[in-house]
Each structure stands twice: as C-alpha cells, then as structure tokens.
C-alpha cells in the first residue's frame, strides 16, 4: 500500500466520519478545525522532513517479527506499540513539559474527528526518541506489519469523532468516542483516566478506567487562535 492510497483512505475515513458528525453529533459547540489543520500540517512537516533525521534503524531486534505468520505477527506488535502509547500518553499529563505540548491536542472546544490531528509539532520529535524505536528494538517489524499497524491507526479518527458511541459494559475492550471523550473532558472529576489508544486492558491494569459517563464537554480555558499559537504552542500558553 503506497502512501497516496493510505491518504485517500483517510480522508474517505474522515469525511465519512465528519457526515455521521453533522447528523447525529452529541455536541453542537463549534470546533476549531482551521487550527486543527494548521496543526496538522505542521506535525505531517516534521515527519516527513526532521524524523526521519533523528529516528535510529535498529540493526537486531529482542524478538524478530520478520520470522513469525503476519497473523500473530501484527496483534503482537499492536499490543506493544498500543502499551508504549498507553505509558507515553499517560506520561504527557504527568511530566510539566509534556504536558505543555500535549495540552494543545486537548484545548480543542469540541473534541471531533479532525481534533484527531490536532497535535504540536514536537511531539513525533519526542516519540521518535523514544517509544517507537524501542518497540523497533523489540520486534523489528516488517514493512507488511507497519502498513497493517498504519491501517489499525485510523480507529484513532472514530475515537475522536462527536458521536454518541459508548460500548458500555464493555468498553474495556476497545475505545469508543464516549470512553475517550470522558478524557477529553473539561470536567475535574473527569481528569487523569482513559489514556488508553486502542485497548482500554492497559487502564485496568494501571487502575486509570473509569466507564464511560455520558458525552461531557472537552477543552481547557486557553486555546490558539493563530499560526504562532498553534507553532509555539508550549511557550505561548502556561496550561498547568
């Protein structure tokens, strides 16, 4: 799968997701979706230009993917890489200066499909030091298993989506809008739950699920309104 067919699947994704948003969304406040897409274009730029830069190849892996059916190959390295985003997202509202980078993705007024792309450029920077190559230095996974491990990555843009989607008794075994909006609540009893990508397993086991309660509104007290805000999020802004 080349990249222009993964674009255009994405974009069929959301957009489908974004016409199901419009008819039966669980919120009616407005969202930035033009700062959305500044931040986005700003996180895909430094992508494509300073990470590959930075983000080392390992020469041997712990356990090597290559050797193993694609079948269990890829639920394995889903797993890994779902637990090494559960412990990197839960360390981004726990570290002062993580926090100061992540906060943008949640200043959005109404989480909804497109605050999926709503991140600060330095976060892959940070991420390409750390959890993906060490789940790299795990596994060495395979071309075939990092296009499927893509492809799994655009639930991400339902979990995001305004809808009233909520698994109930058994959203522990995978996200929802409704189990990941309760993290993007602005409400304080909502706070430090639900870290969870894909599987909500790693907030039982770390005693951060909470059941979801409803469709709470999402956002903080500051939020960027320009170009700069968005580029210089963490210094612009003192969230705490």
């Not at 412990?87 to 992540?102: D, S």
């Not at 939020?223 to 612009?236: N, S, Y």
Request: aromatic share 14%; with cysteine; glycine share 4%.
């Amino acid at each position: 799968m080349n990249a222009l067919t993964y674009l255009a699947l994405t974009l069929a994704v959301v957009l489908a997701l974004t016409l199901c948003e419009r008819r039966w969304a669980c919120s009616d406040v407005p969202s930035a979706v033009r700062v959305n897409a500044v931040a986005y274009l700003l996180f895909t730029a430094v992508q494509l230009q300073l990470l590959p830069l930075i983000q080392p190849t390992p020469a041997y892996a712990l356990i090597d993917l290559g050797t193993w059916p694609l079948w269990l190959a890829l639920p394995v390295f889903t797993l890994l890489m779902d637990f090494g985003e559960f412990g990197f997202h839960w360390a981004q509202h726990k570290i002062p200066w993580l926090w100061r980078m992540h906060a943008l993705h949640h200043s959005d007024p109404n989480m909804n499909v497109t605050t999926t792309v709503r991140h600060f450029w330095g976060d892959p920077l940070v991420k390409g030091l750390t959890v993906w190559p060490l789940c790299a230095y795990l596994t060495s996974p395979t071309p075939e298993i990092l296009a499927g491990y893509a492809l799994i990555g655009i639930y991400n843009f339902f979990v995001h989506a305004n809808l009233r989607v909520d698994f109930g008794r058994w959203s522990w075994l995978l996200n929802s809008p409704a189990y990941h909006r309760r993290h993007h609540s602005s409400r304080s009893e909502h706070f430090n739950s639900n870290y969870a990508g894909l599987f909500p397993v790693y907030d039982l086991l770390f005693g951060t699920y909470r059941r979801p309660d409803g469709f709470a509104p999402t956002g903080l007290e500051k939020t960027p309104r320009t170009f700069a805000d968005v580029a210089l999020w963490p210094v612009r802004t003192s969230q705490s």
